[in-house]
């Protein structure tokens, strides 16, 4: 999936041009990671800049209809069975020489907007 190497290379630019006008103007997804990521750096007594160097991908079979079971109000109404692509984790990776796995999972749902994938569902959780 190109958005862990888009999330590694901290292109907000392009991230956030994915989103969907509903998640983009409900959640600063950016703002969301990096406070993240800041508080794992903290814990971890890791150096201002450090970043996850790679990404990992996993999908999930769950669909909108459970998306919006299990996350209330945070789903895009326009993620749909037809304009469903699909849920997943981006896992934002650590180096080896860090203390832990990974920085965050960040889970996403996708979903064809006019023929261009976006982000209808976005949430970073601690990494499993």
Not at 61 to 70: F, I, M, Q, V, Y
């Amino acid at each position: 999936m190109r958005l862990g190497g888009l999330l590694v290379a901290g292109d907000w630019s392009v991230i956030e041009a994915s989103l969907s006008p509903w998640l983009a103007g409900r959640q600063d997804v950016r703002s969301e990671l990096v406070s993240h990521i800041e508080g794992m750096r903290e814990e971890w007594e890791l150096p201002d800049d450090a970043w996850p160097p790679a990404a990992s991908v996993d999908t999930n079979p769950l669909g909108p209809d459970e998306l919006r079971t299990h996350y209330p109000g945070q789903v895009d109404p326009d993620m749909t069975d037809t304009s469903f692509i699909g849920y997943g984790c981006v896992q934002l990776l650590a180096s080896d020489d860090e203390p832990h796995d990974a920085y965050a999972d960040v889970w996403v749902g996708l979903y064809d907007a006019d023929g261009a994938a976006v982000v209808g569902l976005w949430e970073v959780l601690d990494p499993d």
